[in-house]
């Protein structure tokens, strides 16, 4: 029975490197899933600010147009001049 300790203790530690392994390929496994969902949302969130950006571009020339279309108050001159 002497004989068979060695190779008792070589398989419990082969089992236990065998189950810590599967354990980090889970967690390797739900690591890159999550990098994957996030550079999703990144690249959501890249053409959102884009987007915006676009947007604010357009709103800021569109005012800059209907201010040197539409006379202010203050540009009129009073009648009496």
Do not use: C, F, I, N
């Not at 005012?63 to 001049?81: F, K, N, Q, S, W």
């Amino acid at each position: 029975m002497h004989d068979d300790d060695p190779r008792d203790a070589a398989e419990a530690r082969l089992e236990a490197l065998e189950s810590r392994l599967a354990h980090q390929e889970h967690w390797l496994d739900t690591l890159d899933r999550a990098v994957a969902a996030q550079e999703r949302r990144l690249m959501q969130l890249e053409r959102l600010g884009e987007a915006m950006q676009r947007k604010l571009r357009e709103q800021h020339r569109a005012l800059r147009e209907a201010d040197t279309t539409t006379p202010r108050p203050e540009d009129e001159v009073p009648p009496h001049y």
